[in-house]
């Protein structure tokens, strides 16, 4: 483009003839652009909190729980709860044969529900989840010393817990071993 010095006049002319339209002009696209980069900094952050939330969970996982029913059906009642147990991993298993992994899981104290976890004169309410060994390939936990729970420790009714780092934290001292403690649940 060919620098016009009769171009260039005639722009300052209308700017300096029409301040305020030059001023709101301005401003608004100021404004645009301010906006434009206050979404795409809101999306990306929320983008990043969701995908950091998933991270530790296998790609193509299924969650099922139970509730109460909304709708009456063959002469049963609304409200009624419809609720999964031990018996239905096998009906899961034989009804859908792609079906990789199935890791039951149970809240102690429902969803969002704590428990008191007691050690010596220590006590603090902590969610309980009881799971099955299955889990660890369904969602990524760090295991820093000890084991998880296997399928002896559910078939002789074993006892064990894992225990996070916040349960560590506040129930045990510093750079004490864990393993082999005993803590009261509820």
């Given at each position: 483009?060919?620098?016009d010095?009769?171009?260039?006049?005639?722009?300052?002319?209308?700017?300096?003839g029409?301040?305020l339209?030059?001023?709101?002009?301005?401003?608004?696209v100021?404004?645009?652009?301010?906006?434009?980069?206050?979404?795409?900094?809101?999306g990306?952050?929320l983008?990043?909190?969701?995908m950091k939330?998933?991270?530790?969970?296998?790609?193509?996982s299924?969650?099922?729980?139970?509730?109460?029913?909304?709708k009456?059906?063959?002469?049963l009642?609304a409200?009624?709860w419809?609720?999964?147990?031990?018996?239905?991993?096998e009906?899961?298993?034989?009804?859908?044969p792609e079906?990789?992994?199935?890791?039951?899981?149970n809240?102690?104290?429902?969803?969002?529900?704590?428990?008191?976890?007691?050690?010596?004169?220590?006590s603090?309410?902590f969610?309980?989840y009881?799971d099955y060994?299955?889990?660890?390939?369904?969602?990524l936990?760090?295991?820093?010393?000890g084991r998880?729970?296997n399928?002896?420790?559910?078939r002789?009714r074993?006892?064990?817990?894992?225990?996070g780092k916040?349960?560590?934290k506040?129930?045990?001292?510093e750079?004490?071993?864990?393993?082999?403690?005993?803590?009261?649940?509820?």
């Amino acid at each position: 483009m060919i620098f016009d010095k009769d171009h260039w006049q005639e722009i300052i002319i209308t700017v300096r003839g029409n301040r305020l339209r030059s001023f709101l002009t301005a401003f608004g696209v100021f404004w645009g652009v301010f906006i434009l980069i206050i979404m795409l900094g809101a999306g990306n952050g929320l983008k990043n909190a969701v995908m950091k939330e998933f991270d530790s969970l296998a790609v193509n996982s299924v969650f099922v729980w139970g509730r109460n029913a909304t709708k009456p059906y063959k002469g049963l009642p609304a409200g009624r709860w419809i609720g999964l147990n031990t018996g239905d991993i096998e009906a899961l298993k034989s009804s859908i044969p792609e079906l990789d992994r199935l890791a039951p899981r149970n809240q102690l104290g429902g969803f969002q529900g704590t428990r008191t976890v007691t050690r010596k004169e220590k006590s603090h309410s902590f969610y309980i989840y009881v799971d099955y060994p299955d889990i660890l390939h369904i969602q990524l936990m760090d295991i820093i010393m000890g084991r998880f729970i296997n399928n002896l420790d559910l078939r002789e009714r074993r006892k064990v817990a894992v225990v996070g780092k916040r349960v560590y934290k506040l129930l045990f001292s510093e750079n004490e071993n864990p393993i082999g403690k005993h803590i009261l649940i509820q």
